[in-house]
């Protein structure tokens, strides 16, 4: 008898872990903007938030949830009146399936959310109270350094998840609120032209709004400033350059810097590298990253310590990564 083969498509293989951790936020609490080059989902077990994605946003409540891609600039605040439990872990992923996962905010059906209460029972069953993490966001995933299956079993559970909303997922619309449809045109301005320095008062004009106005709503979903997250938005188009084998001065000029000793200060202080050292490189192959502002201050919650600094930072020698206080240290 011939065996005939039946290969397996993959569409989709979680790579590492960054974090995984449930946590509570209460009312009017806020996790100002960052970027990492990796995957980051939120899922909301109870109450709601308002979230950002570059120029996108959405009210979450209980049963949504949101794929942050890699480099985009995301924010959420809770405006729930009972606050907020969340869901939250941050991965690097490969395969056919990411493309489709970008920019995606699902609304779970029964289904999702019993794979999602699956997956805690096994964790939870798997954690030592007594434990004490490096971080209380990496707390799920010291099981991964003792325990043989528990990677697999964790990434599985998280693999069929991401497969089932391929399948069958029931995509959430942004909000049409009409502060949030504004920032979403600020953004697509500034998509438009990264490639220069365009001022707060054109900007302004160009949403047909006040400068005080723009400013308060940059603020609101971003959590930074106009020019700084123009900054931001043109250090992510100068990765996607750098990976396409563009130099250094190249980068620059297309960029609008008024010099490359500038670009280059600028980017390492952002992303903690040096640009001549990205050339050629995907951003999927570098080490875990993380830029935000520094002087962000939180507001205080009921369950977690809000002055900590970037919570991908804090968890140490997950295996993939590199220590992220080491990162830390040079962002």
Not at 36 to 59: A, Q, T
Not at 107 to 120: G, K, T
Not at 300 to 311: E, L, M, Q, R, S
Request: proline share 3%; glycine share 6%; charged share 20%.
């Amino acid at each position: 008898m011939v065996w005939t083969t039946y290969d397996i498509k993959e569409q989709i293989r979680i790579k590492n872990m960054y974090s995984l951790f449930e946590v509570h936020y209460d009312e009017g609490y806020a996790f100002m903007g960052e970027s990492h080059n990796f995957w980051e989902c939120v899922y909301v077990l109870g109450g709601g938030i308002c979230v950002s994605g570059d120029e996108r946003v959405y009210n979450l409540s209980q049963g949504t949830i949101i794929f942050h891609k890699p480099l985009e600039l995301h924010k959420f605040y809770v405006n729930d009146k009972e606050g907020a439990d969340l869901l939250i872990f941050s991965f690097s992923a490969e395969g056919a399936l990411t493309n489709y996962l970008r920019e995606k905010v699902f609304e779970a059906s029964a289904f999702q959310r019993q794979v999602i209460a699956s997956m805690l029972s096994f964790v939870h069953a798997h954690i030592k109270e007594e434990s004490v993490a490096s971080s209380r966001y990496c707390r799920y995933l010291e099981p991964f350094r003792t325990i043989p299956v528990y990677s697999q079993m964790v990434t599985t559970y998280l693999e069929q998840l991401m497969l089932s909303f391929a399948e069958e997922g029931s995509v959430f619309s942004v909000s049409s609120a009409a502060d949030a449809v504004i920032f979403g045109q600020a953004i697509n301005y500034l998509n438009s032209n990264v490639h220069r320095q365009p001022s707060v008062p054109e900007i302004a004009r160009y949403c047909n709004i006040s400068e005080a106005g723009l400013k308060r709503i940059f603020e609101k979903y971003a959590g930074i400033g106009v020019h700084k997250y123009l900054l931001k938005m043109k250090v992510n188009a100068a990765l996607k350059l750098l990976q396409d084998g563009e130099s250094v001065s190249a980068v620059a000029g297309k960029l609008g810097f008024s010099s490359q000793s500038y670009f280059s200060r600028a980017f390492k202080r952002e992303t903690g590298m040096a640009p001549s050292c990205l050339i050629n490189i995907r951003i999927s192959d570098l080490p875990a990253f993380a830029g935000r502002n520094p002087n962000v201050q939180h507001k205080p919650c009921g369950t977690v310590n809000c002055k900590d600094a970037n919570i991908f930072q804090r968890c140490s020698s997950i295996p993939g990564g590199q220590s992220h206080d080491a990162l830390e240290s040079r962002a």
